[in-house]
């Protein structure tokens, strides 16, 4: 299992029941990366993967 795998488990386990807003990921996410800036660049891809999920064109 990739430690990626363990942290969504982890993140589901500990969070699955909460509803939450995407602003409130979003606001976390950037909270991570004033944090972890060597982790800027991964996390833009994935917000950029994310806003992009449903449009045809990409």
Known sequence: ???TDRGIE???KRR???EVTLAWVA???QEFTDTH???ETAVER???WLARLDDPED
Do not use: K, Q, S, V
């Open 1 to 3: 299992m990739y430690f």
């Open 10 to 12: 982890e993140l589901e």
């Open 16 to 18: 699955g029941d909460e």
């Open 27 to 29: 606001e976390r996410l």
């Open 37 to 39: 800036p060597e982790f």
């Open 46 to 48: 994935f917000a950029t």
